[in-house]
């Protein structure tokens, strides 16, 4: 999705917005474009594709400035070109980037289309531009032009504006959708990601709904939704800066895929001791309050929605609580089932996410229990807004494609299955027992990294196929679904699942020698069902690729078979996801994609 950064200093800013935009490049992104105060003028560039083009025509049109704006785009209305690009500008005045959607951007654009502002783009965030500079007619300032502004403006922004007449000076705006203020020494700049300002500051101010900003290089004015000058906390955010960095690896994805077993270790960190998880990790009071669930609605999204599937599985088998699942961009249309004894959980890595966060607002305004985040990202909207927390601390995700942190999530909604159960007195010995196998889950899941070069051999079977198939039944259907769902973003290969046993119902019609199936196997109470459904596939001559530990129970003449590592039946759905992940990315590589950032799709998805 789009991405913002801006900064006023005492130094040459270029260099210095490029470097933002290349850390934000992971958000996934069609154009980029930059303008900045240079000696009475604004000097605006702007190209389609990658932020290198960018670069290369500063290097050759060499601007010189101290404060500037740039962004790189995620099309929502107007296609990607270098015309839709940010930022946009109004009578050579006013520049502006803008993340998010306007709402009203008809009207507004008829009103100002009358007014005699002409649209060159195709974009709803034009409009932002030709506002401010009508405002500017009538106010002495950029500042009280972005203060008439947000009365006007519905929807979802995060603005950052330079005026042309105003060479020191940068404006800021925010409603639903993040823009962090990173304070330096005689610079100051803004983000909609803390990771683009990761190794210039460790000292940020989040901005608030309705909140307008002006800063300089050496003074920083938030003023609130009622225009009223006003302080945010400080925060200091050591943004990992080594999280940029690739390392030895090919792809953030390939690197990201490897950490896991560190990840893990950091989701479990304080948060278990002795036999049992501790109490209270959720937040102050959080234990009492676990005590009062009686029911559990989950919202997500996409993988995150996937873990949540398989945490439905544990709060029915360990804590003994019936849950509904809802894709949170479907939830708050469907009139969902509300009661005073139901605990909300809203999963996120990124915590951005506009559906997810749409329906946790929904959600605060009923009468739920309370609301629960699931999150990986301490500055997000999900991590402030929900009444109770657990960050799963996997470390800034860059691939688009989520691995870790799924696989963070898993574990932190395993926490809460074992908190859920003390908190009611379920299960004394059963936690035990998972908590143990916890301790010894990262190293686990480094045995199952080691897998890899079994995975590669195959991997060119599978790269040249168009379809994949995914089975896996009972706990397992979730991680199949996610394993679908990792092959068809990073490799474009059409991927389904299914539970196993749903397969003679139609989708069998699809088996032939040119459909891989892949089938997760692990020994247990559905194992011999699960191999009968494979021999539904042999008998058409589908190619099986079978994760398991239990191969002497299929009859596996043909196809490929993958020993997984043994592990506490109840962690496995963690373990299998791992292969799962190799897969995906190795056929990928084969097919030669985007894999970090796959064609249309965004790391943080801040539209609805
Ligand atoms: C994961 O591989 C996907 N790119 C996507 O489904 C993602 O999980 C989804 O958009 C939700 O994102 P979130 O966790 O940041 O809310």
Redesign the pocket.
């Known amino acids: 999705m789009c991405g913002i950064i801006a900064a006023a200093t005492d130094r040459s800013v270029g260099k210095l917005l490029i470097k933002g935009l290349y850390k934000m490049e992971y958000r996934g992104y069609d154009s980029a474009g930059i303008a900045m105060h240079v000696e009475g003028d604004v000097a605006h560039l702007r190209t389609l594709g990658k932020v290198n083009l960018l670069e290369d025509k500063m290097k050759s049109e060499k601007p010189k400035g101290k404060v500037g704006i740039a962004h790189t785009r995620w099309a929502t209305h107007g296609e990607p070109s270098e015309i839709n690009a940010h930022p946009h500008q109004s009578n050579d005045r006013v520049f502006i980037v803008h993340n998010g959607i306007i709402e009203n951007y008809l009207d507004l654009k008829n009103e100002l289309t009358t007014q005699g502002y002409t649209f060159y783009s195709k974009t709803d965030s034009e409009l932002i531009a030709h506002l401010l500079d009508h405002f500017l007619k009538t106010n002495d300032s950029l500042l009280k032009a972005m203060q008439s502004l947000k009365n006007k403006l519905e929807g979802a922004y995060a603005i950052a504006a330079l005026d042309q007449k105003d060479p020191d000076n940068l404006v800021l705006a925010r409603n639903r959708s993040p823009l962090v203020i990173g304070l330096g020494k005689k610079e100051n700049f803004a983000a909609s990601d803390p990771l683009a300002l990761a190794e210039l500051t460790k000292k940020f101010l989040i901005m608030e709904d309705g909140d307008v900003a002006r800063i300089s290089s050496n003074q920083v004015e938030i003023y609130d939704e009622q225009d009223k000058l006003t302080n945010r906390e400080e925060l200091s955010i050591d943004v990992n800066a080594e999280a940029s960095s690739k390392g030895n690896f090919r792809h953030y994805m390939e690197k990201e895929i490897f950490e896991q077993p560190g990840a893990i270790l950091n989701t479990l960190d304080g948060r278990i001791g002795g036999e049992d998880v501790l109490d209270n990790i959720f937040g102050e009071g959080s234990s009492d309050l676990l005590a009062k669930v009686k029911r559990v609605q989950i919202v997500?999204?996409?993988?995150?929605l996937h873990a949540g599937r398989v945490a439905a599985n544990w709060f029915s088998a360990i804590s003994g609580l019936p849950t509904q699942m809802d894709y949170a961009s479907e939830y708050r249309y469907k009139n969902p089932y509300i009661d005073e004894d139901t605990l909300l959980i809203a999963?996120?890595?990124?915590?951005?996410?506009a559906d997810?966060l749409a329906a946790l607002r929904y959600a605060k305004e009923k009468d739920y229990l309370a609301t629960l985040g699931i999150c990986n990202t301490p500055t997000s909207s999900l991590a402030r807004e929900a009444d109770y927390l657990l960050l799963t601390n996997a470390g800034q995700e860059i691939g688009?494609?989520?691995t870790k942190?799924?696989t963070t999530q898993l574990v932190a909604l395993m926490l809460l299955t074992l908190a859920l159960a003390k908190a009611s007195g379920k299960n004394p010995r059963l936690r035990g027992r998972i908590i143990e196998a916890l301790r010894t889950l990262p190293e686990k899941i480094s045995d199952a990294l080691k897998l890899k070069s079994d995975i590669v051999d195959f991997a060119p079977e599978i790269a040249n196929k168009d379809n994949a198939l995914f089975l896996g039944r009972g706990i397992f259907y979730p991680i199949a679904k996610e394993g679908a769902?990792?092959l068809k973003?990073i490799s474009y290969i059409h991927a389904e699942a299914y539970p196993a046993g749903e397969l003679k119902h139609g989708p069998l019609a699809l088996i032939d020698e040119e459909m891989p199936v892949v089938a997760i196997a692990p020994e247990y109470e559905l194992a011999e069902k699960l191999a009968s459904n494979l021999e539904e596939v042999k008998a058409r001559g589908g190619a099986l690729y079978v994760f398991g530990n239990a191969k002497e129970k299929l009859d596996l003449s043909t196809g490929r078979y993958i020993s997984m590592p043994e592990c506490d039946f109840l962690l496995t759905p963690i373990l299998y996801s791992i292969p799962l992940q190799i897969l995906s990315y190795e056929v990928a590589l084969l097919r030669g994609t985007d894999i970090d950032q796959p064609r249309n799709?965004a790391?943080?998805?801040t539209v609805e």
């Open positions: 997500a999204c996409g993988t995150a999963i996120s890595q990124s915590g951005e996410t997810t688009v494609a989520s942190c799924f769902l990792k973003e799709l790391k943080s998805v």
